[in-house]
């Protein structure tokens, strides 16, 4: 079972980048899907989740409106949409599975229902 987040980079205030958090070992489908992310200094943060069937997302307030999470369970991948970046959005992102939320229609927003993490990906917002 492993997580492969990727899709981080370098990009201008106001600018975009797609995220991918791709499943290997268990269909994604099975679970609820959540990205985090640490800043320098700073704890982990919950930023997004979507439900194991796709019809529940959440945001945290500071990306609501900026940031759209969705699932392809053909590709076996979920996705963040980063648009209209801020600086403040500079941090290691990283995307975790939650089994337990398998038969839910909510998905978790604290790190400790997540079984599975996926390594990080730098997204840094600079001019």
């Known amino acids: 079972v492993q997580l492969q987040a990727s899709g981080g980079g370098l990009v201008q205030p106001g600018g975009s980048l797609r995220l991918s958090c791709a499943g290997s070992g268990f269909p994604l489908e099975n679970s609820a899907i959540g990205w985090f992310r640490q800043a320098p200094g700073k704890e982990r943060e919950w930023v997004s989740c979507i439900s194991s069937s796709g019809t529940k997302t959440s945001y945290t307030d500071s990306v609501k409106g900026r940031f759209t999470i969705s699932r392809d369970n053909a590709k076996n991948t979920v996705y963040l949409q980063m648009n209209n970046l801020k600086p403040e959005d500079t941090a290691i992102f990283s995307c975790?599975?939650?089994?337990?939320?398998?038969?839910?229609?909510?998905?978790?927003?604290?790190?400790?229902?997540?079984?599975?993490w996926g390594q990080g990906t730098q997204v840094t917002v600079s001019s």
């Open positions: 975790g599975a939650s089994l337990m939320y398998r038969y839910s229609v909510d998905c978790p927003t604290i790190s400790d229902p997540y079984d599975y």
